[in-house]
């Protein structure tokens, strides 16, 4: 079972910053938290992914909460090209040796609106 | 673009043929994967290749299902006696272990549908 619950659906204004948020109360103390999304037709395209610090890069920022058991992916200027489905996924270190597939739930449908 | 190729997109066969599909990944990544996607789903796990060696295999993946990676480079998954449930998409993916915590890079994948 996915260990990651999203929202089913979100919508956003174009332009607007986009916040897609991620519960994962049972991560462990090694456990990456990756987000992927996925457009229509399309493999799943890797984002960003961190294990406490916040992460920036150029497509986005993730936000990880002090505990570790929630984190946000931000958007900052969603543009109609970000309609997908995001998906937030927590992972331990390849080096662990174990468990090296990635589990993944549902994720998150999110709208960019004109 | 370097990034992983899949062939073909699209494969559309009748119940009982077999299917092979072919992944590219990224010419340095050593670690290669095949999910499976049904639609409004995840993707599922597979199997796992390092370099040649195929280290970890999926529940999911019955005895018709036989993946390949021969030299390390490019890997094959074949599908026998295809049923309808197997309709899905095919997704392969790479990384490498040069850099911790290496990312998966995914193809575009194949839709198989079986009639």
């Known amino acids: 079972d996915a260990k990651t619950t999203q929202p089913t659906s979100m919508d956003c204004a174009e332009g607007r910053a986009a916040n897609l948020p991620c519960n994962h109360s049972?991560?462990?103390?090694?456990?990456?938290v990756y987000w992927y999304r996925q457009i229509h037709s399309q493999g799943p395209q890797y984002i960003i992914h961190?294990?406490?610090?916040?992460e920036t890069n150029e497509m986005a920022s993730l936000i990880i909460t002090e505990d570790r058991k929630s984190s946000t992916l931000i958007l900052p200027h969603a543009t109609l090209r970000d309609t997908a489905v995001y998906y937030c996924?927590?992972?331990?270190?390849?080096?662990?040796?174990?468990?090296?597939?990635?589990?993944w739930g549902l994720g998150t449908s999110l709208a960019v609106n004109p | 673009d370097t990034g992983v190729s899949q062939d073909p997109r699209h494969k559309i066969t009748k119940r009982g043929q077999n299917v092979t599909f072919r992944c590219d990944p990224i010419?340095?990544?050593?670690?290669l994967y095949w999910y499976r996607q049904t639609l409004g789903q995840g993707p599922e796990f597979l199997t796992y290749?390092?370099?040649?060696?195929?280290?970890?295999k999926s529940r999911l993946l019955s005895d018709r299902f036989s993946a390949e990676r021969p030299k390390g480079s490019f890997s094959t998954l074949e599908i026998q006696r295809t049923e309808q449930g197997d309709s899905a998409m095919y997704l392969c993916?790479?990384?490498?272990?040069?850099?911790?915590?290496?990312?998966?890079?995914f193809g575009n994948g194949t839709r198989l549908t079986v009639t």
């Open positions: 993916a790479s990384s490498t272990n040069r850099v911790p915590n290496s990312p998966l890079h």
């Open positions: 010419s340095e990544h050593n670690r």
């Open positions: 290749f390092q370099n040649e060696a195929q280290l970890e």
């Open positions: 049972t991560i462990s103390g090694n456990e990456y």
């Open positions: 961190g294990l406490k610090n916040n």
């Open positions: 996924i927590v992972r331990p270190p390849l080096e662990a040796g174990n468990n090296r597939k990635l589990i």
